[in-house]
């Protein structure tokens, strides 16, 4: 019986294995990136089938479990702690092949809580087994638990490190259009650093560490931001490439959105964020230079009539000013705030949810260069293969992005032809990597124009006309 009991904790101990292996291996998992089929399938979309492998962890915990349950005799107690091991083990592992990622704060829970009825199960099998402390559990367990910090517990300092090429013709596909080029975006991983780290970072020397402000917001906050702007990115670029193709108006200033309010500032409780600024003491304002140019004429201590619409609702909203902390002579409301767009997008463009592209607008201007190759009889690429990183701002001009060094490093890895930058990376991305043909770009029309004078191929429209 006690062998048989042993073979049932080595399912526990091979899912804390694997748990550890796994931590590993997303620390790691750009390292692989240049690595694609035939058919042109990437890196990037591999790691959305190996995601389920994860599922493994939970049902070596279940299968452990279920066999002490059914081979052991033990205490009422302790086969009540197997029994909602098994439970929850199973529940966990359903909801990462369900692919259940709006309950991650009770996945987390859920983990927690299995690990921890582990440790007890493992601790007090072997003092019922052996007598005494149970020594040989604890010093397996503490050197798991010393694994499991080095790659979860936080250090105080972000790191920044290459990530992979994401073809954006496979990322977004128009309605009606077909892409004919490959043009890649490129991400970097940019989060808090741990432990395992530094022992990374000796290794690989693109790794980049920066000390985390003490303002920096909560990490839920964080990736809410980033994907809001992701998605806004996805827009403009949408847009702007439609226009350039002959289909609609393309970006329509419409008015300033307040994107955040500094707490115990004048605009604290009396604006909100989210809200959309169309008029200040009855000047209409719709972009964000509008609104800086009339505040140049107001004085600290004033007061401003600001006309906002609020979920659908027009409001009329009376917010003093105080001075500016760098300029005494500027008056402010303390907001954060950027121009909100009407889009006029008249196709429909659907866009592929990767796991490993969590968000941000760094896409941008490669995301557009990729709808307009679909919308292009010829495309846009004259046959290169073409890589870049850079917003897209909704007057077309390329906007500078973090991790230039770490992303001119995993395209060198991938053969491309160029590498589009913002002008004010260039520098950084050809130190990165000099092999690198690494072209600095302010607006999407300088990259246009440069593939229209480098490529094999004209661009013509799929209606016929021409390309701007």
């Avoid at 010393?146 to 990530?163: E, F, I, K, R």
């Amino acid at each position: 019986m006690i062998n048989q009991a042993k073979a049932g904790k080595r399912f526990y101990y091979i899912g804390f294995a694997a748990a550890v292996v796994s931590l590993v291996v997303a620390e790691l998992i750009w390292l692989p990136a240049p690595a694609r089929t035939a058919g042109g399938t990437q890196w990037i979309e591999w790691i959305d089938w190996l995601y389920y492998g994860l599922a493994l962890i939970p049902l070596c915990w279940a299968a452990g479990a279920a066999w002490l349950l059914r081979k052991s005799e033990s205490a009422a107690g302790v086969r009540v702690i197997r029994a909602i091991i098994l439970a929850l083990s199973l529940l966990l592992a359903a909801g990462i092949v369900m692919d259940a990622v709006h309950m991650l704060g009770l996945a987390i829970a859920c983990a927690t809580s299995v690990v921890l009825l582990l440790i007890a199960d493992l601790m007090l099998s072997e003092r019922r087994e052996r007598g005494g402390f149970p020594w040989r559990s604890a010093s397996s367990l503490a050197g798991i638990g010393l694994a499991l910090c080095a790659l979860l517990v936080p250090t105080g300092y972000s790191v920044t490190y290459p990530g992979m090429t994401l073809n954006l013709n496979r990322y977004a596909q128009v309605e009606g259009g077909q892409a004919v080029g490959e043009i890649n975006g490129v991400l970097v991983f940019d989060r808090p650093a741990v432990l395992a780290d530094r022992l990374f970072g000796a290794l690989l020397p693109q790794y980049r560490f920066y000390p985390i402000s003490e303002d920096e917001p909560p990490l839920s906050v964080t990736y809410a931001q980033v994907v809001a702007m992701k998605t806004d990115a996805n827009r403009v670029a949408a847009a702007i490439a439609m226009q350039k193709a002959g289909l609609g108006q393309g970006v329509v200033p419409d008015g300033v959105r307040i994107v955040a309010i500094v707490k115990g500032s004048p605009a604290d409780g009396r604006l909100e964020a989210g809200d959309i600024v169309d008029e200040l003491n009855g000047k209409k304002v719709q972009t964000v230079e509008d609104m800086i140019g009339y505040m140049s004429s107001v004085k600290p201590g004033e007061t401003v009539v600001v006309q906002v619409r609020r979920g659908g609702e027009a409001l009329t909203v009376q917010v003093p000013t105080h001075a500016s902390e760098g300029d005494e002579s500027k008056a402010v409301f303390g907001v954060s705030v950027q121009t909100e767009a009407k889009l006029d997008t008249p196709r429909a463009v659907a866009f592929h949810e990767y796991r490993a592209h969590v968000g941000g607008p760094s896409h941008g201007a490669m995301l557009t260069l990729a709808i307009l190759d679909q919308l292009m009889a010829g495309g846009v690429t004259g046959g290169l293969q073409v890589a870049g990183t850079g917003t897209i701002e909704m007057d077309g001009s390329i906007g500078m992005v973090g991790g230039i060094p770490q992303k001119a490093y995993a395209v060198s890895r991938t053969g491309a032809d160029v590498f589009f930058v913002p002008e004010e990376g260039a520098e950084a991305a050809a130190e990165a990597a000099p092999e690198l043909n690494v072209v600095a770009v302010g607006h999407i029309d300088e990259v246009l124009a440069w593939l229209s004078e480098h490529g094999g191929r004209g661009m013509e429209t799929r209606e016929g006309g021409n390309a701007e």
